[in-house]
DNA sequence: AATGAATGAGCATTCATTCAT
DNA sequence: TATGAATGAATGCTCATTCAT
């Protein structure tokens, strides 16, 4: 086996432990599943993460990463308030205005927010499952903490460039809760209790 | 070992699979672990149970009934329900007498809401991580899910004696939400913000 | 593989540890060697022993039984006193009253535990060294020191039906140090040597 | 890492060989341990010693060294030589003012020597570990074994100075009998016993 | 009905060594 | 000369499960 200098071995490994982990769970998740997804020896695995931990812990960061980046590609997310507000009557679908809340002023964010989690939901489950099963990992694995806190952190800054951080935090929380119930439960996803709920939060801003 | 007739045995076996689970976690569960906690024979956990599903179904279910008494039983959220029933119907804006809240309707609910998640705080750390881990199971374990659901479920009904069940079930979401930022990254519980939070979507009711 | 009901399985995989020790030192001793050379399945090992160091504990007693029945078998020990005396000249010939040792009343206890040595110096030396390094392993492994005191306490007190005990524990002291000097540096065995200085120790009584 | 020209190296290795072994036991002797131990690159531990082996009798001749020297700096051994060659030749029963043992001659020999075990004992006990463990490696460790006998020759050529040399060889190898016993069945050091016995092979010279 | 001996698969991890630089 | 990436073998150990009693 001639496969000495493969720079990218270690991304190529992470890769595999998402894969890996998307199939089977964290459960799922050991040096060799996910030697033998990457095609590596089993020794590269142990050899480019100490442990199993440190491997996880590559793979929430990667995780994160991949989040924040759908998110920032979202175009539901992307557009910004002073062009909705300008866009002509009759533009998409989701944007206008309060399809659902009653029109405060935060109808606008809870419902771009609904629609991330709309498209989110519609997309591949397992993505998601995947992102929650690494990021709730940090439950019981401290070492995923800061981790986790980065990916917390990020997304309430992301919101936070549209209402004030304290706001952008019960957002997130609420997004998390509503996502669990749906997750964990089985039940569908109700995109316009949720729009109302988010406009409630953003709204009642003293 | 004369342990026959022993009617209790899969009770204890579900308690010994809590003290194990509580301990090391869901992936410490095994068989072997949890015949040595309860103190029974190895066979006889395959007997009673015939897969680890079952057994952490068991599991689940018992830890919801706990919480479920905790919640009955906690002083702080035990209480008003009375004065509200002798509120007149359709009366003016609810108990406007919340400790924090600016003083919207929703003040009291939210009031209890958090000193009930500050008396769990506050309690071992451990109790709630355990809750919280055979809960979080449910994502990737389908046969978890109908518990799972019956514990949400039972949630929105309790706080649907005091909102309707549409908020309740955000606030629901709220909380788990609040409570998942706090054992996943670490920080503190705050008090304040989730108190403000619970009460802008109890107050937000068209 | 239908090998169930196998009631000497405990004792064939110790004896098989014993025949690993022998050929590959304690280094060599793991699960899989001693597994294949009692051809038992590997899982067999560790039900029966959980730690390498409980079969390496019950390895060490094997050979201390081994051993005090070779002491007890001995020929050269096994003559009394009383009987030696009484003996015509012309008898065997270590036993005859200082072979070497100056004729000090400890004369034939020394030379019955030289000749003793020499008969097992001569025999198989894998075996010395075998229970040397069982013994040896007991100055890194403390669940080895009872065993290792257990068999330093009985030789004391097979040597005490011949002397007082302080002179046992000294004459044990001293043959073992006479021993490791032979095994370690590889140098040969002087029995007039080891006999002179037995006797001294012996006559020194006060 | 610009380690380069680094003429220590070799030395630094074998001393970060004895702090490991001194740990964890030769078992827990690799290259790895050892380089992580002296800070140096793996790579540089292979290059400088070809194998487990070769490192191993550099840390054996080293410990034999590190315990020459502590002897030769024992006060209580480094005595009375002057007082030795003073006595005339052919003289008498020798040094008769010894502590302890019942005033044979060797009684200040015996109580010198009991001395520095004391002395030893009351120490590091890791120390004696180490130095014990390597020395015994021998046994099933062929490369090892001159070494072991250079440090056991030497030892005898540093009490030859005081008695005979066969005499010397004897107080060695009980010497070492007793601190076997010490060390592997955890037993007390017991002074008394040790000066008694040391003296009775002393005074038993013919 | 209940048990514990038995087993083969799998696990994380450590390792000596090789080898391209 | 010196190094660290790489790898296949081996380690101790845990496990769910089977099955004869």
């Known amino acids: 086996m001639a496969r000495r200098y493969d720079p990218e071995r270690r ?4 890769d595999a432990a998402l894969r890996v982990i998307a199939a089977d769970g964290i459960a799922g998740l050991s040096h060799r599943t ?21 491997l996880l812990t590559a793979a929430l960061r990667r995780s994160n990463e991949n989040f924040a980046r759908a998110l ?28 659902g809340a009653g029109g405060g002023p935060g109808a606008l964010l809870a419902d771009q927010l609904t629609q991330v989690l709309e498209e989110w939901f519609a997309g591949d489950r397992g993505a998601i499952e995947l992102e929650y099963e690494l990021y709730l990992a940090a439950l019981r694995r401290p070492v995923l903490r800061p981790v986790a806190a980065e990916w917390a952190e990020s997304a309430v800054e992301t919101l936070s460039t549209r209402t004030d951080p304290a706001t952008a935090r019960a957002l997130v929380a609420l997004l998390e809760g509503v996502c669990l119930q749906v997750l964990l439960t089985g039940s569908a996803f109700d995109a316009d209790y949720t729009r109302e709920m988010l406009a ?3 709204d009642g801003r003293a």
């Open 200 to 202: 409630r939060v953003v």
């Open 72 to 99: 920032r590609d979202s175009e539901a997310f992307a557009a910004q308030p002073a062009e909705c507000a300008a866009r002509p009557a009759g533009g998409g679908p989701g944007v206008e205005d309060g399809a």
């Open 34 to 54: 996910v030697a033998a997804e990457a095609d590596v020896p089993l020794g590269s695995t142990t050899y480019h993460f100490g442990s199993l931990d440190e």
């Open 11 to 14: 991304t190529r490994i992470i």
